[in-house]
T-cell receptor, first 114, second 114 residues
Framework: ETGVTQSPTHLIKTRGQQVTLRCSSQSGHNTVSWYQQALGQGPQFIFQ???????GRGNFPPRFSGLQFPNYSSELNVNALELDDSALYLC?????????????FGPGTRLTVT | GNSVTQMEGPVTLSEEAFLTINCTYT??????LFWYVQYPGEGLQLLLK?????DKGSNKGFEATYRKETTSFHLEKGSVQVSDSAVYFC?????????????FGAGTRLTVKP
């Protein structure tokens, strides 16, 4: 069974640019959540996708957007990058939406904005 | 809103020492509680969980008991090893919520010396 995978591993972008991060969920999982982990901090919930629709969002501006595809893989898009967007971005998949389902995390994508 | 507060680090122990990392929470509903571990350069791995009051989660010698009366979920291990060196995160999610908005503490870095 393949776990959650993310690509790329590392990324360097310039302020104002746009970035797309990718996540493949664990086999059988229909829900993907994205988190931002700033250096020295715990992860913060960005949003969640369940069966291709966003069904929960944390305190992040609209320039953070996402997609989920029919195979349940997902993308996180960030427009107009700011220096504070530098962080580790974690994707987690689960068997369903809701707090009762265990989340399985990928290794993350480290984004550096210069 | 829901939140988690955990003991500030870093924590440095000698091998075979007893470990306690304190975690307290604030929640409005029926939270499930988790401990995740993050090794250098990796994503989060679920260490243990508890879904209702008085439940004890355990794994790899680590234990934590869900204490509703003190709103706590402290992590303990009787004898730590060098391989336990990592960052530990306490987290909370609402069992009945319709999304996976998981709230994390800031993390506690543990270093175990031989």
């Amino acid at each position: 069974e393949t776990g959650v995978t993310q690509s790329p591993t590392h990324l360097i972008k310039t302020r104002g640019q746009q970035v797309t991060l990718r996540c493949s969920s664990q086999s059988g999982h229909n829900t993907v959540s994205w988190y931002q982990q700033a250096l020295g901090q715990g992860p913060q919930f960005i949003f969640q996708y369940y069966r291709e629709e966003e069904n929960g969002r944390g305190n992040f501006p609209p320039r953070f957007s996402g997609l989920q595809f029919p195979n349940y893989s997902s993308e996180l898009n960030v427009n107009a990058l700011e220096l504070d967007d530098s962080a580790l971005y974690l994707c987690a998949s689960s068997l369903g939406q809701g707090g009762r389902y265990e989340q399985y995390f990928g290794p993350g994508t480290r984004l550096t904005v210069t | 809103g829901n939140s988690v507060t955990q003991m500030e680090g870093p924590v440095t122990l000698s091998e075979e020492a007893f470990l306690t990392i304190n975690c307290t929470y604030t929640a409005t509903g029926y939270p499930s509680l988790f401990w995740y571990v993050q090794y250098p350069g990796e994503g989060l791995q679920l260490l243990l969980k508890a879904t209702k009051a008085d439940d004890k989660g355990s794994n790899k010698g680590f234990e934590a008991t869900y204490r509703k009366e003190t709103t706590s979920f402290h992590l303990e291990k009787g004898s730590v090893q060098v391989s336990d060196s990592a960052v530990y995160f306490c987290a909370l999610s609402e069992f009945l919520m319709n999304n996976n908005d998981m709230r994390f503490g800031a993390g506690t870095r543990l270093t175990v010396k031989p």
